[in-house]
């Protein structure tokens, strides 16, 4: 009897691991990248929930690119108008653009059309937010310095792309609100001083309204503005597999390791566990919140208007800032700039941007910092970086809620002044405040470090003569380690001094 | 230290035997945990096939989502709970090397830099600057034409409406306004005859139509003549933003874009009185003609709409 004759000779011609050797063999033989995939499988990823908010961004966009290629199937990028005939029976017969025929169409009569539409529209709202919340992250525990800078540019970038996506899709429809949004976008264009109006004809091929600009948004929703965030996001993954991931400071972990879970198989479960979980999520907001529903608002005509409309929410703050700044247009030599909407919403967002982007070069500036960083900070050990960001984004927090004036006066039966003076209050006061109140919230902090944390317990036992002796527990790897400085407690914390009588047990005075 | 603590500090997973503890499930109850997510997977599974159904079957989007949205979570859950629990407990620790090349390499390339490129250009400065002059005019004149081809210059259009001397004022079906027509408190958006179905008619012409009273209503000095019989027009569009100024609140006088909440009294000039709008709304002259029809005396006497740089006023 021969070896190779049977199945366990067969399996040891092969070695010890049997195909997978053979495939391995192959492939490396031609691209050289068995050594490469190990390490990369090895790959350590650190464990914390806070970790994960730039993964729900990352699968948020998955979902987007392929509810996204759903929709293209049956949307008609076209300002042509035709005479709709379809499911919708209200609309039955009305002259509207092909652009908006085919969003009702692909709603109604398309198989899961509607229900792709919502969650892409889901996804959108969740893209943008994740990507905030993750932008939080990574900013109050100092994620973005050195050597990770310029992955916090690309950051920035990507929200700023992902935000003048959200608008160019939410525009495509032609629908009553997305309509009225496109002409307040080109009135934002027409307000910048010296080209404005040049910009304006540009983007729209002419004056408002015009043919070109459905089939121009279009094109930058689905191909241009999707290939800059592609190439961007994985250039936002290159770099964090290059760098490596920071990590949060704890027993066994140090600026020069990494202290976690290996890529393969454990986090790779965890994570298409995650984009399921995302998917899940947004099939279900798809499936019971109804969201945008264009049938409702009609097709779009310049002269036409609804009460109480609010973009989607990552377009409120700008909304807001334009609702509640005053009205100071600016004529002089024969030009006018409408300063009432270049500040707002040009300006401002702007600056906003601007200083997300500067923000790093910032800090180093100011605190001399140009070491590398790979612990993370936690935010109450930057009091500063931490009241400044929360400043920052308590006052887009009220620009937000300015988007809504007219629904809170209507919602508290107050006067649309008293809510358009509130607001304009809150903005200013509310960072003012912020910060001041955040900044001493940390000092505290800084005071009762390991609060809430697990101490290391002590078993407490009883002896044959009764006599009580407490033994501490062994210490896990997330306790409070015992090697950590003491703190100073705040200064207006009297703290009273302890005395030792001698006996081993301390008293204190109450 | 105990055994306990032991596998807790952190080790690297190359080379790790395969009885280490740090490969052990972090569940304290493996076999529970198995079955707990077995039961996930059954009913993700069981759900998909419902999807696959409610697909099959044309279902109400809600349905296919429901199912679509339950399977994905119970595979979603499962499949975390999998590698949270049941897969190596580590923790493990990866050493972080050095980023940055040696000084020896950043020597090379900055030599390879300059000695090579840049003692190149510097021998040759005619022809470097002859080939940046050329690919620097490429740029320039590809950037305008492109610019340029992207649409035509504003030129006068945004100081012009359709409105000219004797326009008829029709609604939006195309009707001509007869001064019979509206009783006082009333309003409708009217727009230059033969423009009421165009985009442009829409987006530039649309002036709202108020009849504030039975005679001859002066909204401001200068204007005498501009509002016979009571009937006065204003320019639709919001001098903020462009909205149409859609609501016209009766009791007040007021005229409200809903968009922004700008407010332009009806009565005096339709002068922006509350929000964000920076001037008033244009007033279009009318007249009404022998056979009782509505016309306007002329265009807007300024631009309609919001500000822009070449405004002059």
């Known amino acids: ?510 | 230290m105990s055994d306990t603590t032991e596998h807790r500090s952190p080790v690297s997973i190359t080379g790790l035997a395969a009885d280490d503890p740090h490969l052990a499930p972090a569940a304290r109850r493996p076999e529970l945990v198995e079955r707990v997510i077995a039961v996930t997977f059954v009913l993700g599974l069981l759900s998909m096939l419902g999807f696959g159904w409610a697909y099959w079957v044309n279902a109400k989007a809600w349905i296919i989502g429901a199912t679509m949205g339950a399977g994905l979570m119970f595979l979603g859950l499962g499949l975390t709970a999998w590698g949270k629990y049941l897969m190596a407990r580590g923790p493990f620790v990866e050493e972080r090397h050095a980023l940055a090349s040696s000084k020896s390499d950043r020597d090379a390339l900055a030599a390879a830099l300059v000695e090579r490129g840049a003692g190149t250009m510097q021998r040759r400065r005619l022809l470097g600057g002859l080939l940046g002059g050329g690919v620097g005019v490429f740029s320039i004149v590809a950037l305008f034409p492109l610019l340029r081809s992207l649409g035509p210059l504003p030129k006068s259009t945004l100081f012009h409406t359709d409105w000219t001397k004797g326009s008829y004022l029709v609604d939006s079906t195309g009707r001509r306004v007869h001064s019979t027509d509206l009783a006082v408190g009333s309003i409708v958006t009217v727009y230059p005859e033969g423009t009421e179905n165009t985009d442009r008619g829409q987006a530039v012409d649309q002036t709202v139509l108020i009849r504030i009273s039975n005679e001859s209503f002066t909204t401001q000095r200068g204007r005498e003549s501009w509002g016979p019989q009571g009937f006065i027009a204003y320019s639709k569009l919001c001098t903020h933003l462009g909205c149409p100024v859609g609501l016209y609140e009766q009791q007040l006088q007021m005229l409200v874009c809903p968009c922004h909440q700008s407010m332009f009294d009806v009565t005096d000039g339709a002068v922006p009185t509350f929000g964000p709008a920076p001037r008033p709304l244009p007033q279009l002259p009318l007249y009404i003609d022998s056979q009782g029809y509505l016309r306007s005396q002329s265009d807007y006497d300024q631009p309609v709409g919001p500000g822009f740089w070449e405004r002059t006023s």
């Open chain 1, 1 to 510: 009897m021969s070896d190779i004759a049977t199945a366990r000779g067969r399996q040891r011609s092969r070695g010890r691991y049997g195909r997978v050797s053979q495939v391995i063999d192959e492939v490396d033989e031609r691209l050289g990248v068995a050594r490469g995939t190990r390490t990369f499988l090895d790959k350590i990823f650190p464990d914390h929930w806070s970790f994960m908010l730039g993964e729900i961004a990352l699968y948020s966009f998955v979902i987007l690119l392929v509810t996204g290629v759903f929709l293209t199937l049956y949307f008609v990028p076209s300002s042509a108008i035709v005479t709709y005939h379809g499911a919708y029976k209200p609309l039955d017969g009305q002259k509207v653009t092909q652009a908006f025929a085919s969003t009702v169409n692909l709603s109604f009569a398309v198989r899961a059309g509607l229900l792709m539409r919502q969650m892409h529209h889901w996804a959108c709202d969740i893209f943008v937010g994740s990507i905030v919340v993750h932008m939080a992250r990574v900013f109050f525990t100092g994620a973005f310095r050195k050597p990770r800078e310029l992955n916090w540019t690309i950051g920035v970038t990507l929200l700023t792309l992902a935000i003048v996506n959200g608008f160019l899709g939410y525009s495509l429809p032609d629908d009553l609100v997305s309509g009225t949004g496109i002409r307040i976008a080109y009135s934002i264009l027409l307000s910048v001083p010296l080209v404005g109006t040049y910009l304006a004809f540009w983007v729209f091929g002419g004056n408002f309204p015009g043919t070109a600009v459905i089939p121009r948004f279009f094109i930058l929703h689905v191909l241009i503005v999707p290939a800059v965030i592609v190439t961007l996001v994985t250039v936002h993954m290159v770099l964090l597999i290059r760098q490596k991931h920071t990590q949060f400071p704890g027993e066994g972990r140090r600026e020069d390791n990494i202290v976690g879970a290996p890529m393969f198989p454990v986090f790779m479960a965890k994570t298409s566990g995650y984009l399921f979980i995302v998917g899940g999520v947004t099939a279900l907001l798809g499936a019971f919140a109804q969201i945008n529903p264009i049938w409702q608002f009609g097709p779009y005509d310049a002269s036409r208007i609804s009460y109480a409309v609010q973009p989607d929410w990552y377009m409120g703050f700008l909304d807001g800032a334009l609702r509640i700044f005053p009205s100071w247009e600016l004529t002089a030599f024969g030009h006018t700039i409408p300063l009432e909407v270049t500040i707002p919403a040009v300006i401002f967002p702007g600056l906003v941007f601007g200083l997300a982007y500067a923000w790093p070069a910032l800090e180093r500036f100011f605190t001399k910092d140009v070491a590398m960083h790979h612990l993370l900070d936690r935010p109450s050990d930057r009091p500063v970086r931490t009241a400044a960001g929360s400043a920052v984004f308590g006052a887009l927090a009220m620009l937000f809620i300015a988007s809504s004036t007219d629904v809170i006066a209507n919602f508290f039966h107050l006067s649309l002044n008293t809510v358009l003076w509130a607001m304009r209050i809150l903005v200013l006061v509310t960072p003012i405040i912020t910060y001041p109140i955040v900044y001493k919230i940390c000092k505290e902090l800084q005071g009762v470090r390991g609060a809430g944390k697990r101490k290391t317990v002590n078993v407490v036992s009883r002896t044959e003569q009764g006599e009580y002796v407490a033994t501490p527990a062994p210490a896990f790897s997330d306790d409070v380690a015992d090697e950590l400085e003491p703190t100073p407690v705040p200064t207006f914390i009297e703290v009273a001094e302890v005395s030792h009588d001698g006996t081993g047990v301390r008293t204190v005075d109450r």
